[in-house]
Nanobody
Framework: QVQLTERGGGSVQAGGSLRLSCEAS????????MAWFRRTPGREREFVAS????????YYADYVKGRFTISRDNGMNTAYLQMSSLKPEDTATYYC?????????????????????WGQGTQVTVSS
């Protein structure tokens, strides 16, 4: 069955960096877009970044653009989120998600409904 396993969360001071990974299994990873979302207590889960099946297109939320980079290694069935210049407001549980299709539009890939499988999440805490 489809499994997504996030790793790399932790605690870091503001201005620091972390790299999250999402290892996928149970399906043809290279055929589907992937995304990262995050959720803080009391708030809805929000879009962070997404990438096409072949890495050709990447989309970012405005609040992470220029600081976060999404990437993928189809040979390793793994997606990544490199986070730099972290801020306390980036504190959240981060989830990776498998898209229902190989790509999408800048709009559709920001919607939770575009994804059919989710990881269990990894906590990122940024202290000031």
């Amino acid at each position: 069955q489809v499994q997504l396993t996030e790793r790399g969360g932790g605690s870091v001071q503001a201005g620091g960096s972390l790299r999250l990974s999402c290892e996928a299994s149970g399906y043809k990873f290279s055929a589907y877009a992937m995304a990262w979302f995050r959720r803080t207590p009391g708030r809805e889960r929000e879009f962070v970044a997404s990438m096409y099946w072949n890495g050709a297109n990447a989309y970012y939320a405005d609040y992470v653009k220029g600081r976060f980079t999404i990437s993928r290694d189809n040979g390793m069935n793994t997606a990544y989120l490199q986070m730099s210049s972290l801020k306390p407001e980036d504190t959240a549980t981060y989830y990776c998600a498998k898209s229902r299709t190989y790509g999408g539009t800048n709009y559709s890939l920001r919607l939770e409904a575009s994804y059919d499988y989710w990881g269990q999440g990894t906590q990122v805490t940024v202290s000031s």
